[in-house]
Structure formats: structure tokens, C-alpha cells
């Protein structure tokens, strides 16, 4: 039963870290302007965040046979396959602005980084996921979110 009351324990922080990255990203973008493109700036963080996904991907990859509920297998198959797909679209984003393309090259890989980050989320939620894993997805969480004001503008409150 211990082994089972963890992997509830680690659901649920699951659930609560992933609620949380979601409401963080929602607070930072409330009254967010479009910020002025800093190509460095942009890339350095592209580059930082390509590392912290290939991280978490490792971690995802390590927790394979850690699991208890067959019942999740699917689950976190699935989890794996998102994290994979995040992994290599977070490295094609840093070279594309390492080899000096735009906001308006790169928003379509972003959009998709994005898209597979909602996607892995979902799948950890119903997936048991180890505390060393969500780690490492909050600090890849955290880098998206700084990309976020470079290529999401809020739309203005109409008067």
C-alpha cells in the first residue's frame, strides 16, 4: 500500500504543479504587451530552454519502469512520445534563432512547442509521474514562460 499512497502523492503534485505552471502563465500574460524583440536574448533562452526539455525528456525516459499502475502505461507512453516531440521542436527553435531567423520565422515552431507542452502536461496529469521528473518539467516550464512575452501579445481591453 505504501507504494501506492506515493504514486497518489506524486499525482497529485503532479496536478498541483501543473496547475500551477498553467495559472502562472495565465497571471503573466494578464495586461502583457508584445515585448520588443531582442534576437540574443531570445536565442539565449531558446538555447537554455532546448537543454532543460532534453532534461526532462532524460528523467521521463529514466521513470519507464518506475511505474506501479499498469492501468497508467498508456498514459505515460504517451507522456514519453510528447516529451520526445518537445524535445526535438525545442532544438530546431534555438537553431532557427541561433542561425538568426525572426519572431515571424520561428512562431509557427513556437506555437508548436507550446501545443506539446499543453499535450505533455495532459499526459502527466494522468500519468504517475516521480517527483524528479516534474522537476525537471517546471524548470522547462519556467523557460517558457520567458519566452512567452516575445511571441504572445494579450489583446487590448476595448474602451
Given at each position: 500500500?505504501?507504494?501506492?499512497?506515493?504514486?497518489?502523492?506524486?499525482?497529485?503534485?503532479?496536478?498541483?504543479?501543473?496547475?500551477?505552471?498553467?495559472?502562472?502563465?495565465?497571471?503573466?500574460?494578464?495586461?502583457?504587451?508584445?515585448?520588443?524583440?531582442?534576437?540574443?536574448?531570445?536565442?539565449?533562452?531558446?538555447?537554455?530552454?532546448?537543454?532543460?526539455?532534453?532534461?526532462a525528456a532524460?528523467?521521463?525516459?529514466?521513470?519507464?519502469?518506475?511505474?506501479?499502475?499498469?492501468?497508467?502505461e498508456r498514459?505515460?507512453?504517451?507522456?514519453?512520445?510528447?516529451?520526445?516531440?518537445?524535445?526535438?521542436?525545442?532544438?530546431?527553435?534555438?537553431?532557427?534563432?541561433?542561425?538568426?531567423?525572426?519572431?515571424?520565422?520561428?512562431?509557427?515552431?513556437?506555437?508548436?512547442?507550446?501545443?506539446?507542452?499543453?499535450?505533455?502536461?495532459?499526459?502527466?496529469?494522468?500519468?504517475?509521474?516521480?517527483?524528479?521528473?516534474?522537476?525537471?518539467?517546471?524548470?522547462?516550464?519556467?523557460?517558457?514562460?520567458?519566452?512567452?512575452?516575445?511571441?504572445?501579445?494579450?489583446?487590448?481591453?476595448?474602451?
Open positions: 500500500m505504501g507504494s501506492w499512497v506515493r504514486s497518489l502523492g506524486a499525482r497529485r503534485a503532479a496536478l498541483g504543479l501543473i496547475g500551477a505552471l498553467v495559472l502562472s502563465g495565465v497571471a503573466a500574460r494578464v495586461g502583457a504587451e508584445l515585448a520588443t524583440w531582442d534576437q540574443k536574448r531570445v536565442t539565449a533562452i531558446a538555447t537554455e530552454l532546448s537543454d532543460a526539455v532534453a532534461k532524460l528523467e521521463v525516459e529514466k521513470g519507464k519502469g518506475s511505474r506501479v499502475d499498469v492501468g497508467k498514459a505515460f507512453y504517451e507522456f514519453a512520445e510528447d516529451m520526445r516531440l518537445a524535445k526535438n521542436t525545442s532544438r530546431h527553435l534555438a537553431k532557427q534563432l541561433q542561425d538568426g531567423k525572426g519572431r515571424e520565422e520561428t512562431f509557427p515552431t513556437y506555437r508548436r512547442l507550446k501545443t506539446l507542452r499543453n499535450d505533455a502536461a495532459e499526459s502527466a496529469r494522468r500519468a504517475v509521474t516521480p517527483d524528479s521528473t516534474i522537476g525537471a518539467i517546471t524548470s522547462a516550464g519556467e523557460l517558457m514562460n520567458r519566452l512567452r512575452p516575445y511571441y504572445e501579445e494579450e489583446p487590448k481591453p476595448k474602451p
